[in-house]
């Protein structure tokens, strides 16, 4: 089973300020990552797959970047509807495919 | 516009048994490999289950094999959850999720608004 490790586990940023969240594969698992925006009480939502390609809607706030073991999320300038929980998922190798266990953005 | 809808969550005992359905539509059912995930309260997401369009493949979570089976209805668009044995650890949401292509080897690139299973006494 391939292990996803997120940090931090909550991260606090000031209104148009950057927020960048971290995700790390316990295995290399090429560029084969999704990240996952899920605000309260809604279903989750792909933001980025293949590491670095915005999924459609999603705007050029979100980027992704990294490969092998070490991935990150940034949020250029975080509003306020960005307050949510991030998940990363790997699909280069299962079952099972595996989730991180979530990064809370929250506004300072 | 793709749409995922559950269906069939509940208050179970546990030992029973349950099927959650989602009805699918907005694009081509049988072409896409269709997976359940799950959430408990205030955790994070788990994945249960896959099954593959056209070949009907099926892979699950080791949590969840043995007591439960995924199954699908390309001519109802339809997905499945057959949920037995079940127990208080299976209580979550379980979200319906269309894989990006054939296989997972993508992400969950459309879910749905998912449906609450409670397994309790």
């Known amino acids: 089973e391939i292990v996803m490790t997120q940090s931090p586990a909550t991260l606090s940023v000031s209104p148009g300020e950057r927020a960048t969240l971290s995700c790390r594969a316990g295995?290399?698992?090429?560029?084969?990552l999704a990240w996952y925006q899920q605000k309260p009480g809604q279903a989750p939502r792909l933001l980025i797959y293949?590491?670095?390609t915005r999924a459609t809607g999603i705007p050029a706030s979100f980027s992704g970047s990294g490969s092998g073991t070490e991935f990150t999320l940034t949020i250029t300038s975080l509003q306020s509807e960005d307050i949510a929980v991030y998940y990363c998922?790997?699909?280069?190798?299962?079952?099972?495919?595996?989730f991180g266990q979530g990064t809370k953005v929250e506004i300072k | 516009e793709v749409q995922l809808l559950e269906s069939g969550g509940d208050l179970v005992q546990p030992g029973g048994s349950l099927r959650l359905t989602c009805a699918a539509s907005?694009?081509?059912?049988?072409?896409?490999?269709m997976s359940w995930v799950r959430q408990a309260p205030g955790k994070g997401l788990q994945w249960v289950s896959v099954?593959?369009?056209?070949?009907?493949?099926?892979y699950y979570a080791d949590s969840v094999k043995g007591r439960f089976t995924i199954s699908r209805d390309n001519s109802k668009t339809t997905l499945y959850l057959q949920m037995s044995s079940l127990r208080a650890e299976d209580t979550a949401v379980y979200y319906c999720?269309?894989?990006?292509?054939?296989?997972?080897?993508?992400?969950?690139?459309?879910w749905g608004q998912g449906t609450l299973v409670t397994v309790s006494s």
């Open positions: 999720t269309r894989c990006r292509g054939a296989d997972c080897y993508s992400p969950f690139e459309n």
């Open positions: 907005g694009f081509t059912f049988s072409n896409y490999a």
């Open positions: 293949d590491a670095s």
């Open positions: 295995q290399s698992i090429s560029t084969k």
């Open positions: 099954i593959y369009g056209g070949t009907g493949q099926t």
């Open positions: 998922q790997q699909y280069y190798r299962w079952p099972p495919l595996t």
